[in-house]
């Protein structure tokens, strides 16, 4: 039997952040979770059909601030493998569209709980380890934004399927949000556990089937991401996560007539290849494939004369080299008066090169290692380029170890020219660059600003002065999807600010809301007439009367 009821997903609150003080409980089970998966070295498969995988070959997983540790093998897989995840995600996509939308609900409210409690040492555990994340890095991360997506996108989805047409006293208007014809192709990014979390799951809650190839750095806690959702009672096919050669992954997925979308946040790069490739296959599709997509970012800081100048260092340490610069949202270029940046110079550089780096099992640590040897040779060579640079001078930091991890000390970069390079190019590394402008200059620096670069994601003003704020508002409309106001660029809450930007910075489709899961369904309309017409004429057919008898 069918029992039937409005069911309502219950209002969602976001997940407190534990602060790990050395009184807190919590510490003492983090780090001995932490010292367990440092020695474990976990077998990572690949998740297909619900079964695990091991694929063709074996990777091994280092971790970045100490590269000489294991912490896991991954399995690596073979073109047969990512052919049987789209099958399985095909195979599946029948079931779980027929699946009531408070059952799908319910594995992410599960999940949900489950990550708050009995999951939370172990994502974040391998969130530090896999990631270089110190503890409250991946506890803003891999707990609570992952907590809050399942929780806030299963009420969003709720609210959106309350989105019903009008009716008149002739028929019955409905909408039946469908999940999409095909499957879905989600691919997360290094820097956030969090989105690796919500990338598969917003289309999978709307009723889609997925692909989900999670970057190399992080599959480690993706693993068990996967192992949580199918306690939380995902069924098997639902999402497939694979790993290996991320080419021969897209080749064998863009090239497919069942894909139905592409959730993807990474480099802008890649997500335009993709575009360039589902463009060239467009008459291959069953259907127009929707491309969702969160990309790069050089985002900046605007300071007025009128400014907090404490509050101004503060958003601009924190915004810059918090994760070590990686992050999207990241602030790497600032616009600060040149009176007011001489004030705030010496003092910001003594702050910076006393930021205390290293081990993130180290809790004392407020930075990390960057993620890899590539990234460590980019932002060292983008440095180089800074000292050596007429126009140029390394306020701090400047320095790089890689003997025992991929170490980047946090760099403030002055320059004296608005076009400089570093202004322009992201770089997602411990590297800010500062252009003191001409006292006097806001307006034009503003307007500056919007042209630097060709990126739209975050932006930050700060200033006391209203009639500033709004005009850095009006001028920065376009700059920026997340604007903010003497706050830093970075830190977007689920549910408070929804996150995403546009230019080359993506489709602005804004995860943690309504507007990203809109993206997931084809809507479907259904007109029920109470009473049809049985004959086919109407009035002004019949015949005019005539005059007289």
Known sequence: MTADGHFQVPLPINEPVRQYAPSDSHRKTLKARLADLTDARTEVPMMINGERRGGASKGDLRSPHRKELSIAQYAVGSVKDFDDAISSALSARKMWAATSYHERAAVLLRAAALLAGPWRDTINAATMLGQSKTVHQAEIDAACESIDFWRYNAYFGDQLLRQQPLN???????????????????VSPFNFTSIGANLPTAPMLMGNTVVFKPATQTVLASHFLMELLTEAGLPPGVINMVSGSASEISERVLNHPELAGIHFTGSTDVFQMMWKTVGANIDKYRTYPRLVGETGGKDFVVAHESADVQALRTALVRGAFEYQGQKCSAASRAYIPQSMWKQLRSDMATQVDEIPQGDVADFKNFMGAVIDGKAYAKHMSAIEYARTNGAATVVAGGKGDDSVGWFVRPTVIETTDPDFRLLKEELFGPILTVYPYPDGKFEETLQLCDRTSPYGLTGAIFARDRKAIRTASE???????????????????VGMQPFGGARASGTNDKAGSFLN?????????????????????????????????
């Open 517 to 549: 899961l809109i993206r997931w369904t084809s809507p479907r309309t259904i007109k029920e007439t109470y009473a049809p017409p049985t004959d086919h004429r109407y009035p002004y057919m019949d015949a005019e009367p005539t005059d007289g008898p």
């Open 168 to 186: 008149d006293a002739s028929a019955w208007n409905r909408f039946e949000f469908r999940p999409l014809e095909g499957f879905i192709f989600a």
């Open 475 to 493: 001028t920065l409309v376009n700059a920026a999807g997340n604007f903010y106001i003497n706050d830093k660029p970075t830190g977007a809450v």
